[in-house]
């Protein structure tokens, strides 16, 4: 599948200390150690709606990721896929009453438009399910080889299913007690009533084909890739067990990442699919999650198409803390206009006061489980005092300027 297109991220002289993030399963922050080669894997989107400010925040998020690192001398290999066959996607189609291959291809080109729009680095692999239901087929062979999913006992559809207790270490990652993970399992398209499941928690890998739905050949029987599996042979047969960092929203930790590390793990025979395992927090408006069922979103493509600046979306959403779930308000979106402003009015000057300490501090606070709310103070200091003082550095403001591209993604020009 086709990526957008690259931006160009200017080099900075210098280098920042290294990153340490929060790691949901470790319960903790602590170290990213990557190779010469970095390698992160972050869950796309289901191409059934544009994408809203929840979306965007989490892709910021681990742009922010791969700039560090890219300032820090290591290639990245970055992979993002996006689900293409899945239940939301056939019930807009048929809500809409169009194909559902159209709606998936719409909106995976809107996204893509939003991405580039917001300056956010491309993946190396960008990956729909579509194109790799044949990895799926093979990953769910394993599964069924060594026993780690079973077919269930239903002449009409014979779906397959991962079993819970295939890995040793099952639940590791969210760290979730059973009643927690029986209550998302359910309220997040688990399906633990199914007759002929073996455990309410066991989840669906492979969906025998059912009239009306797309489907593919396989050696268990027709149908189509289930829960979460798509994920695990995506990321396996492109960086390999192992990689760095998978991210995602604090709705994925379980039950998407619990079951994805499981199936990757159950083959593999190692501890973590994942080094690290990262999750940024959800957006909200007027005092409630932005979700499709409140009918509360507020899309980037909407947004732009308003006249609101691209960098001022991105800044609102950076200004707070990736972690935290914060609300979008007309607040934040102006306050976020003030601070282009300042900064690019900044930028703008001859000279300046040498901006080299800011942006050790603008680099420090970044690699420090990427705290933004003091990054962007940090600039804002640097920025009014040129303003009202002046300096004498005629390269400080292009220094300023390349710093707050290079890190935050955000052009002053």
């Not at 809409?96 to 917001?118: K, N, Q």
């Not at 397959?160 to 029986?182: C, H, K, L, P």
């Not at 300027?401 to 002053?412: C, E, F, K, M, Y």
Request: charge should be negative; aromatic fraction near 8%; hydrophobic fraction near 40%.
């Amino acid at each position: 599948m086709q990526s957008w297109s690259d931006t160009a991220v200017p080099s900075v002289p210098g280098q920042g200390p290294p990153l340490r993030l929060f790691d949901t399963a470790d319960r903790q922050v602590r170290p990213v150690t990557p190779g010469r080669t970095a390698t992160m894997y972050v869950c796309g989107i289901t191409p059934y709606d544009a994408t809203h400010l929840g979306h965007a925040a989490t892709y910021l998020t681990f742009d922010l990721v791969n700039r560090l690192w890219r300032d820090a001398g290591h290639e990245v290999h970055y992979v993002q896929n996006v689900t293409d066959v899945d239940d939301p996607l056939f019930e807009r189609a048929a809500r809409d009453g169009e194909d559902w291959v159209v709606l998936g291809m719409r909106e995976t080109a809107l996204f893509r438009e939003d991405m580039e729009a917001l300056r956010v680095i491309p993946p190396r692999d960008y990956i729909g399910a579509v194109e790799s239901v044949n990895e799926v087929v093979e990953l769910v062979e394993k599964f069924l080889a060594s026993g780690a999913a079973y077919i269930v006992d239903d002449a009409e559809f014979p779906d397959v299913y991962f079993r819970t207790s295939a890995t040793e270490q099952f639940g590791y990652e969210s760290g979730y007690d059973r009643e927690t993970m029986e209550k998302f399992f359910a309220e997040r398209g688990g399906d633990p009533e199914r007759p002929g499941k073996e455990d309410p928690l066991d989840a669906l890998v492979w969906r025998a084909a059912r009239p009306g739905e797309p489907s593919w050949p396989a050696p268990f029987g027709q149908g189509r890739p289930g829960w979460h599996i798509e994920c695990s042979a995506i990321a396996l047969n492109r960086i390999g067990s192992g990689f760095d960092v998978q991210g995602g929203g604090s709705d994925l930790i379980f039950p998407h990442h619990e079951y994805s590390a499981a199936h990757a793990e159950s083959v593999t025979g190692d501890r973590r699919f994942a080094r690290h395992y990262v999750h940024t927090g959800m957006i909200g408006l007027d005092g409630e999650k932005m979700s499709k069922s409140r009918g509360n979103l507020v899309f980037v493509s909407k947004l732009r198409g308003g006249g609101v600046d691209p960098a001022a979306i991105r800044l609102g959403l950076l200004s707070g803390h990736y972690r935290q779930d914060r609300p979008w308000t007309e607040q934040v979106l102006a306050e976020a206009h003030t601070r282009l402003k300042l900064w690019k009015d900044a930028a703008a000057l001859e000279s300046a006061q040498s901006a080299t300490d800011t942006i050790a501090r603008l680099r420090q606070h970044l690699a420090d489980d990427l705290d933004t709310p003091k990054a962007l103070d940090a600039l804002d200091g640097w920025a009014r005092r040129a303003l009202d003082h002046g300096g004498s550095d005629t390269n400080a403001p292009s220094d300023f300027a390349a710093a707050v591209d290079a890190l935050l993604g955000i052009s002053l020009h």
